[in-house]
Structure formats: structure tokens, C-alpha cells
């Protein structure tokens, strides 16, 4: 088979693959107050008002222990975005500061396919367990 025929076939096998899931990536960032929920031990269930490049709605179930550590969930009118992180708490008192890092693992609806990482920062209260977080990263999908 001459190389203009071999063009010819490669090119009638690729129409007929169907096209691969086109992937979008996005700058974030995003803040969120979260009020307690429940608690079973030191295993925290928050949720809350996500608000920024991806607003809606979200709840974290979290360890509070010499890290703080847990898995997240976002619902946006687009689909939801679950992942988990994990982050160093600073300080004493009241109101404890942290930082660290999150992973977006999977999701639903345009999100089904996300994945990324993001930088974490916030506070706790150790009173109240009221959390604020906020997040910066790029979330592909």
C-alpha cells in the first residue's frame, strides 16, 4: 500500500473513534464558611457557603488531631467536585490557623472527570468548631 492510501485509511479509522472528552482547566480560588454539623469522635461533618470561581455549596467531613485531614464535596450548578487534603494547624487558643493542600480527586456532571491540587489555608474555632477555608489552585476537567 503506497503512504497516500495509508494517510487515507489512518484518516477514515480516526473518523470513526469518537472524539476524546475534551479537558478545560481553571485558576481557583475560593472561600467557604462552614458551620458544624455533627461530630462522631474527633471526625468533624461540616457544610457551608463555597464562594468564587466555583460557588455553591459544600460539606467536609474532617479529623481534628495534630493535622487536620478529611475529604470534601462542592456542589455548583454545573455538577459536584470531591476530593481531600490535609493541613498543619498553627497556633494555640480559641481560633486555630492552619495550611496545606488539597487534592480534587473526581466529581459529577461537567466535573466527572476533575482532578487537581490546591494550596488550603483557614482557621478553626475551637469553640464553636466554626472552619473557614480558603483554596487556590487549578482544577482540570
Known sequence: MDHTMHLIRAALVALAIPAAHA????????????????????????????????????????NVGATLSGSFTIYTRGGSIRGHGEATP???????????????????????????H??????????TYALFVQTTGTLSY
Open 23 to 62: 479537558a478545560r482547566a481553571v485558576k481557583a480560588t475560593d472561600t467557604a464558611n462552614l458551620r458544624y454539623v455533627s461530630a462522631s469522635g474527633s471526625l468533624l461533618f461540616e457544610e457551608g457557603k463555597a464562594f468564587g470561581t466555583l460557588p455553591g455549596s459544600m460539606r467536609v467531613h474532617f
Open 90 to 116: 498553627h497556633g494555640s487558643g480559641v481560633y486555630e490557623s492552619f495550611a496545606g493542600t488539597l487534592l480534587a480527586t473526581g466529581g459529577s456532571g461537567r466535573f466527572a472527570h476533575a482532578h487537581g
Open 118 to 127: 490546591a494550596r488550603l489555608y483557614g482557621t478553626f474555632n475551637r469553640d
